[in-house]
């Protein structure tokens, strides 16, 4: 038989990395086998509950502020800790491990930025300048 001699291309995963939802990075990692090189458990975080409160005045009245976006009077409110404790699952971090652990066997779109190292200038060598 003639043509039996060509190859299928490995076709990668492809993903939207805005988009990516934590049973995408999961059912990738089972599939593939990959349960060894990334935890996807340690973004899982224990925080403390919080209750909002009005904030009062010496005389017992609310204070009150002027939003910057509508321009209303709104109340001002503190958070105060409950003493429970709630679970909830970092996202945002995950997908940026995962993107980083796989990000030359999947096809990204929309892939986040990579963060560019700022200069810090200190102020001797600002004012060094001057002489």
């Known amino acids: 038989m003639k ?25 990738f990692v089972v599939d ?8 996807l458990k340690q973004f899982l975080e224990t925080r403390d509950k919080y209750k909002l409160v009005n904030v009062n005045d010496a005389e017992g009245k609310p204070q009150t502020y002027v939003s910057k976006k509508t321009g209303k009077i709104k109340i001002k409110k503190k958070q105060i800790p409950t ?39 200190k102020a001797t060598a600002i004012l060094s300048l001057l002489d």
């Open 3 to 27: 043509g039996d001699i060509t190859m299928a291309k490995e076709e990668k995963t492809a993903f939207d990395f805005n988009k990516l939802t934590l049973e995408d990075m999961v059912k």
């Open 32 to 39: 593939n086998e990959l349960k060894d090189k990334i935890d």
């Open 83 to 121: 003493g429970e404790k709630t679970e909830r699952y970092n996202l945002f971090k995950a997908k940026r491990e995962f993107y980083s652990k796989f990000k030359n066997d999947i096809d990204w779109t929309n892939p986040p930025k990579e963060k560019q190292e700022k200069k810090a200038k």
